[in-house]
């Protein structure tokens, strides 16, 4: 197992448009996060996975955003009509446990113009 | 969601051990301690956790106190390949998560 994978790695769109990454996770992993970072702050959550069940959405995701897991296997999170505010990396983790680490993907970097 | 403090910046040599703080006090119970660490432009990677016992893996080794209140991570011998920032999160032990990872430790290291 090659670990998390994100795709594209870089997205740049104009303001408005909608853009759709996707994650997969560690093949075993029952658990993926999603989270949001923006230049010089630590990683922000926005929403988790167990299974194909979205458990948890946190406030930074407003209704334009929305993630799917289903099967369980891959994450699609997608951003509709685009705000310049959006622009950050979007990071993937998945884990086997709530006790153990997360595997993170390299990520995807939005830029929003 | 329990606020860490961790200083902005740290400096060390190369070869040296290196000790990384990090302040917890409203930490819940249930919540493990985690460490991770990025380098610019890549994914945070695990380092090390512990719940209330001290913890050695093969990266780093995990001081946590008596109260849990505050905790240090130990590089033994510091590389340049260990220059990195680094985040201390508490991590709620049902969903596994922490909302936010907060600005972290940037360590510098010099040859």
């Known amino acids: 197992d090659t670990g998390v994978s994100q795709d594209p790695r870089h997205k740049i769109t104009k303001r408005g448009q909608n853009v759709t990454f996707r994650c997969d996770p560690i093949s075993e992993h029952n658990r993926l996060y999603w989270y949001r970072q923006t230049l010089g702050q630590g990683p922000e959550f926005l929403t988790y996975f167990q299974n194909e069940a979205q458990l948890e959405k946190s406030r930074l995701l407003s209704d334009r955003f929305s993630a799917e897991r289903p099967k369980g296997s891959f994450s699609t999170l997608e951003i509709q009509r685009t705000e310049q505010g959006d622009s950050a990396m979007y990071l993937c983790a998945s884990s086997d446990s709530p006790h153990y680490e997360q595997y993170f993907g390299p990520g995807t970097r939005l830029t929003v113009t | 969601d329990a606020k860490t403090t961790q200083p902005n910046s740290m400096e060390s040599n190369e070869e040296e051990p290196v000790h990384l703080p990090c302040n917890h006090s409203?930490?819940?119970?249930?919540?493990?301690i985690h460490w991770y660490r990025q380098l610019p432009s890549q994914g945070p990677e695990y380092v090390i956790h512990g719940l209330t016992s001290n913890v050695n893996n093969r990266m780093a080794s995990l001081a946590i106190a008596e109260d849990r209140k505050s905790s240090t991570l130990i590089l033994h011998r510091a590389t340049l390949r260990d220059a990195a920032v680094y985040y201390c999160?508490?991590?709620?032990?049902?969903?596994?998560?922490?909302?936010?990872f907060g600005k972290g430790t940037s360590l510098l290291v010099t040859p």
């Open positions: 409203t930490i819940s119970g249930t919540d493990y």
């Open positions: 999160i508490p991590v709620n032990s049902n969903s596994g998560y922490a909302l936010n």
